[in-house]
């Protein structure tokens, strides 16, 4: 079995722009050649808040739940887009509260594996 070439990068929360602080909350992969396409989200909101106790969660929720549908739903702005389109529109630069950060790339057998493994190296807590 071959591996496939994905890309990836962290959907990050970044409550205050000038502070520069923020947590990673989710990761986007895309696997061209497997027509792969997925974002999952966790949301620490208690490390959200020790960052900023006055961050619009419902907002911030929001924000995330989107990235996680724009994957898959063929409704919206995003409506009858490639998987390759809609990975690129998804990870354009921004200057919000959401945003994703660099794009990397890698090798995978398996594109939900290679997610749940980046998920759990960059956004879940450390397990002691």
């Given at each position: 079995?071959?591996?496939?070439?994905?890309?990836?990068?962290?959907?990050?929360?970044?409550?205050?722009?000038?502070?520069?602080?923020?947590?990673?909350?989710?990761?986007?992969?895309?696997c061209?050649?497997?027509?792969?396409?997925?974002?999952r989200?966790?949301?620490?909101?208690?490390?959200?808040?020790?960052?900023?106790?006055s961050?619009?969660?419902?907002?911030?929720?929001?924000?995330?739940?989107?990235?996680?549908?724009?994957?898959?739903d063929?409704?919206?702005?995003?409506?009858?887009?490639a998987?390759?389109?809609?990975?690129?529109?998804?990870?354009?630069?921004?200057?919000?509260?959401?945003q994703?950060?660099?794009?990397h790339?890698?090798?995978?057998?398996?594109?939900?594996?290679e997610?749940?493994?980046?998920?759990?190296?960059?956004?879940r807590?450390?397990?002691?």
């Amino acid at each position: 079995m071959s591996r496939d070439v994905y890309e990836y990068a962290v959907i990050r929360v970044i409550p205050s722009v000038e502070r520069g602080e923020l947590i990673n909350a989710g990761v986007i992969l895309y696997c061209q050649p497997r027509g792969y396409l997925c974002a999952r989200v966790e949301l620490d909101e208690a490390r959200l808040r020790a960052l900023s106790s006055s961050v619009d969660l419902p907002g911030v929720r929001h924000a995330l739940a989107a990235y996680e549908s724009a994957c898959t739903d063929d409704a919206g702005p995003l409506d009858g887009e490639a998987p390759g389109s809609r990975f690129r529109w998804l990870t354009a630069p921004r200057s919000t509260i959401v945003q994703t950060g660099p794009v990397h790339a890698g090798l995978t057998l398996d594109p939900a594996a290679e997610l749940d493994h980046l998920m759990d190296r960059l956004v879940r807590k450390a397990r002691t």
